[in-house]
């Protein structure tokens, strides 16, 4: 599965056993995002909190 | 036109947040230039700053783009915490040290904080941490990093931490960013007992504390256990070791791993060590739980069930035939 990065543009690999709610960055620029879907595969900006 | 006024718009509104975030924020930040070169000079505390700030030129270069303008953004940005790194000597920037080369403090912790959004965050520093250095001094209280690269404020009624010498680097090392590295056998070994010791111990749980007497919150208890078996250090707060290692699925998680949740209906971060014994979803996880109040141990499907997953990730590797011990 491949996500297209908001950020720097590059498409990335998203692993094909990833879960709902995940984390995963892309491989380019580091960006980080949590998976809101699987199928169909749906990613959102990781909102980070500091703890 | 993008322009310098809409740059400084926007850092004006990052140095308000990085304000309401780290209290008595250092960041100092001006815009050059004009048109399709504008240059943003300064400097931040902590490299988190510098990642707010890139995201913050990388969408004002996005929106130029999208206006069909051209231009660019560029960054020339000291991080506080890192030139202290360097030789201190180096250019006009010097940090400021006090006069005193070394001073013993008594055994106790010294609070560190920041205050956040919403709240006040507390974070001990203890003198078996190591050295701390100050990095800036006001009135009121030190700016101060302590040997896992942690930045706080201490307030100066609590006492001068332990100084370095003449502004030395950290005296430990921070854990590598790159694949995992081997633990001996005999390490690995001590590493879970040790998790099983303060679950067995009932060590309290405390939001920002280090200290296992006292409490301890959930990435400090990871952290020492770590580092205590490896000499090398994670970071001190879990949104910063969750970028450590490598990425594992999670019916893949074996002894050793770092698992990282959120809480079920709040945003907090959390992160437990998975350990040795049963496999899968049996596997056992330690970890300093907020919920229950103290160090304990539980399966991962159980831990998964109290938390929601966010990664796991790998940390340490079994080691290598001849590297065992």
Do not use: N
């Amino acid at each position: 599965m491949t996500w297209t990065c908001a950020e720097c543009g590059a498409e990335f690999q998203v692993p094909e056993d990833v879960e709902e709610g995940e984390l995963v960055a892309c491989s380019e620029c580091a960006m980080e995002y949590e998976v809101r879907s699987v199928d169909p595969l749906a990613l959102a900006l990781f909102e980070e909190d500091e703890k | 036109v993008t322009t310098r006024a809409a740059v400084e718009v926007a850092l004006a509104s990052l140095l308000r947040d990085f304000a309401a975030r780290y209290g008595e924020d250092l960041s100092r930040l001006v815009v050059d230039g004009d048109g399709g070169g504008l240059v943003v000079r300064g400097t931040v505390v902590v490299r988190r700053q510098l990642r707010a700030l890139e995201q913050v030129a990388r969408e004002l270069m996005a929106a130029q783009g999208a206006a069909g303008e051209g231009g660019e953004v560029r960054l020339e940005v000291v991080v506080l915490a890192e030139l202290a790194d360097e030789d201190p000597r180096a250019d006009g920037r010097r940090l400021r040290h006090p006069g005193a080369a070394r001073q013993d403090l008594e055994p106790v912790a010294v609070p560190l904080w920041s205050r956040r959004v919403g709240g006040e965050r507390v974070s001990e520093w203890l003198p078996s941490d190591g050295p701390a250095r100050v990095l800036h001094e006001s009135s009121e209280r030190w700016l101060v990093q302590v040997p896992d690269g942690t930045v706080g404020w201490c307030e100066r009624e609590h006492g001068l931490p332990f100084l370095p010498e003449s502004g030395a680097p950290p005296a430990v090392r921070p854990w590598p960013e790159g694949r995992p590295f081997a633990l001996a056998t005999a390490r690995r070994r001590a590493l879970f007992a040790a998790a099983r010791e303060a679950a067995r111990a009932e060590l309290p749980y405390r939001l920002g504390g280090r200290d296992p007497a006292t409490g301890l919150d959930c990435s400090a208890f990871v952290q020492r256990l770590l580092a205590e078996q490896t000499g090398e250090w994670l970071p001190r707060h879990t949104s910063d070791q969750l970028r450590i290692g490598e990425r594992v699925a999670r019916p893949k998680i074996g002894a050793g791993d770092l698992v990282f949740a959120r809480a079920q209906h709040k945003s907090w971060l959390h992160v437990g060590l998975a350990l040795d014994g049963e496999s899968g979803e049996a596997r056992p996880v330690a970890h300093a739980c907020r919920v229950e109040g103290r160090v304990l141990i539980e399966p991962l499907g159980r831990f998964l069930e109290r938390y929601r997953f966010l990664r796991a990730q790998r940390v340490l590797r079994p080691p290598e035939a001849g590297e065992g011990g």
